[in-house]
């Protein structure tokens, strides 16, 4: 097969410029690797040099292939060597000015042919090509860090790219083996913006008290199947990236309520507080490892009340046949006993106002979490209400941990805490969709390859039910009064229609 560019120059030799080095060159073509920094382009030569021979140590790559890989990787001394180039990427800091002064000189350097690519993830691409006298030929081409192991790279068109070079770059990734998804110049593109609801949605629920760090992040990873909690996420990645990188977005899109950052990681990141790498985040670390909290034991209940199940509850029946499974004593009466526990499984709205809805005695009353298939997770969510007993919130964890699946019990608010970040993720795509930013199809591709979600953001919507879906948003914008919460119109055609959100392109 034929290589797209035969000779490719990186600009700068950090993490992300060191890995697309490093996959250019496997892929077969020449590479000038080019750092201002005096000794970080040999550092990271000799750095990749060592990752191949490893490979080749183990026997996972042939006998001899460091070798002729390390000879078409060279290093550059100043941009007039990248005057022969045939693609040249630029992965240096996250500076308008720099950037657009690099590529400037670039331009009078390269041949007419060449094609520039920035691997920007938060800067506009066309804002970085506008002083350029050739901006057909400028595209923005990002990886995700490690390079050699995240293997999607969004392709992204400024206003003025010409069409054939995003064909190019994308035939390139794919004789990178990446996976590339086109996107248009948007702030955040496709992954940074898709993934802009797991993490601020989950911090307004903890600001609003609703569980601490450690519970939500138990509860996304056994409710919805996430690898990480959104904390454990905010500790890996560092507040003094993943920050800024939410307030971009959020000034970017004129404070689009959708994307508003939080105040505490705001406040964390001033005190330094910032992650895993600095041993304290939303975690504090030793050696490396998190210190979890223990999760609270399950209650001693002596004998359990007998169970009342509100008419209105989410899959009322699978609850019924749960409850059997306990061996409950159900109550089947209009109304509840003044003895039972009175269950009830709202989707968006909140415990306290369902039980002054339904005139039921808001001590006895316990908010479950019906939105998923109980046999499809791995943990149990329960809410009180700020009326409800100790007692029979106890005997509700008791009951609901008869069969020894984890039960988290969590204080009432709009929606419970997989409902809202997860409604919040599809309302987002959902948008993007709108907008035309990308595909349906390469959006969820993009974030599960770049987030490492367990499906995309779309084939969420379809799991759960697109009308599923708006009923929570419609009900979290009814408790709290916020556009943040505002259903695009994308998802409200597809709830209205009952189609599978995959199945439109734009």
């Given at each position: ?9 990186v600009?700068?030799?950090g ?17 000038m ?17 060592g ?5 080749e ?15 078409q ?8 060597d990248m005057?022969s180039?045939?693609l040249v ?6 500076k ?15 041949a007419d ?19 350029l ?17 995240m ?5 992204i ?34 992954v ?9 949605e ?20 056994d409710?919805?199947?996430?690898r ?15 920050h ?12 689009e309520a ?8 705001a ?8 992650g ?9 670390y030793?050696?490396?490892k ?18 009342w ?7 009322r029946?699978a ?25 009830v499984?709202p ?6 106002t ?9 001590t ?14 791995k ?5 009180t209400?700020?009326a ?7 005997a509700?964890?008791?009951l ?5 699946k984890?039960v ?13 970040v ?5 309302n ?14 390469d959006l969820?591709?993009?974030v ?10 779309l ?7 697109p009308?599923n879906?708006?009923?929570?948003l ?7 009064g ?16 009952g ?8």
């Amino acid at each position: 097969m034929q290589i797209i560019f035969s000779k490719v120059g990186v600009i700068g030799a950090g993490a992300m410029g060191r890995g697309i080095a490093q996959m250019a060159a496997q892929a077969g073509s020449e590479v000038m690797l080019l750092d201002v920094q005096a000794g970080a382009a040999e550092t990271a030569k000799k750095a990749i040099e060592g990752a191949w021979q490893k490979l080749e140590d183990k026997g996972k790559i042939a006998q001899g292939q460091a070798r002729t890989w390390s000879a078409q990787l060279k290093v550059a001394g100043s941009l007039s060597d990248m005057a022969s180039c045939q693609l040249v990427v630029e992965a240096v800091v996250e500076k308008l000015d720099l950037k657009r002064q690099l590529f400037g000189e670039l331009e009078d350097i390269v041949a007419d042919d060449a094609v520039l690519a920035t691997n920007t993830s938060s800067l506009s691409v066309t804002a970085i090509a506008a002083g350029l006298h050739r901006p057909g030929r400028f595209a923005g081409y990002h990886f995700f860090n490690p390079v050699p192991l995240m293997k999607v790279v969004e392709v992204i068109a400024g206003l003025k790219t010409d069409p054939a070079v995003c064909q190019q770059l994308t035939a390139y990734a794919r004789q990178f083996g990446h996976t590339p998804v086109a996107a248009q110049d948007t702030p955040g593109f496709i992954v940074n913006h898709a993934g802009r609801g797991y993490g601020t949605e989950a911090l307004r629920t903890v600001g609003e008290k609703v569980a601490d760090f450690a519970t939500i992040d138990r509860i996304l990873k056994d409710q919805m199947g996430f690898r990480l909690g959104p904390f454990e996420l905010f500790d890996l990645t560092a507040l003094d990236v993943s920050h800024p990188v939410m307030e971009s977005i959020y000034h970017q899109y004129y404070e689009e309520a959708r994307y508003r950052p939080s105040v505490i990681t705001a406040q964390r990141l001033a005190g330094g507080i910032v992650g895993k790498k600095v041993g304290e985040g939303f975690y504090r670390y030793t050696d490396g490892k998190a210190e979890v909290p223990a999760e609270p034991p399950v209650p001693a209940v002596a004998s359990l009340p007998p169970v009342w199940v509100s008419p209105k509850a989410a899959r009322r029946q699978a609850l019924y046949q749960l409850l059997k499974q306990f061996g409950a004593r159900i109550e089947t009466a209009q109304t509840p006993s003044e003895q039972a526990l009175i269950l009830v499984a709202p989707l968006g709205m909140d415990v306290t106002t369902l039980a002054a809805v339904e005139r039921l005695d808001a001590t006895r009353t316990i908010g479950i979490d019906m939105l998923l298939d109980d046999s499809a997770t791995k943990r149990r969510v329960l809410a009180t209400n700020p009326a409800t007993r100790p007692d029979m919130r106890d005997a509700a964890h008791a009951l609901f941990a008869t069969d020894g699946k984890p039960v988290s019990v969590i204080r009432d608010s709009g929606g419970f805490v997989t409902q809202r970040v997860v409604a919040t993720i599809i309302n987002i795509a959902a948008d993007m969709c709108q907008q035309g930013i990308c595909t349906p199809a390469d959006l969820d591709l993009a974030v599960t390859l770049g987030l490492g979600y367990p499906m995309g953001p779309l084939a969420m919507g379809d799991h759960i039910g697109p009308t599923n879906v708006l009923e929570v948003l419609f009900n979290l914008q009814t408790v709290y009064g916020d556009p943040r919460y505002r259903p695009s119109p994308w998802l409200r055609r597809r709830g209205a229609l009952g189609l599978s959100l995959l199945h439109e392109e734009i």
